[in-house]
Nanobody, 110 residues
Framework: QVQLVESGGGLVQAGGSLRLSCTAS??????MGWFRQAPGKEREFVAD????????HYADSVKGRFTISRDNAKNTVYLQMNSLKPEDTAVYYC?????WGQGTQVTVSS
């Protein structure tokens, strides 16, 4: 059973940047992605990336600000988050093949 471990969350001012990482415990050819859940809201899709061609998809709310990438040799997916807004504050979860990471908190202050 694959385990996903996220890192890179933290507190940042609006307009700042953070980079999240998620490493899978085993080799995976699955799409990998990021979701987030803000307090009192449902978990929502942020971005995902395919294994082979690296095809990406983004939620409209993050297009142009966030970039997802992956290093298949390291079983790792990244989420570069720029121009952060207070509404980006949430717990960010890594997802692959019906498995979830434990989540990492991102807080953006105004």
């Amino acid at each position: 059973q694959v385990q996903l471990v996220e890192s890179g969350g933290g507190l940042v001012q609006a307009g700042g940047s953070l980079r999240l990482s998620c490493t899978a415990s085993t080799f995976s050819r699955d799409d990998m992605g990021w979701f987030r859940q803000a307090p009192g809201k449902e978990r929502e899709f942020v971005a995902d990336i395919s294994w082979g061609a690296g095809i990406t998809h983004y939620a409209d709310s993050v297009k142009g600000r966030f970039t997802i990438s992956r290093d298949n040799a390291k079983n790792t997916v990244y989420l570069q988050m720029n121009s952060l807004k207070p509404e980006d504050t949430a717990v960010y979860y890594c997802h692959a093949n019906n498995h979830w990471g434990q989540g990492t908190q991102v807080t953006v202050s105004s």
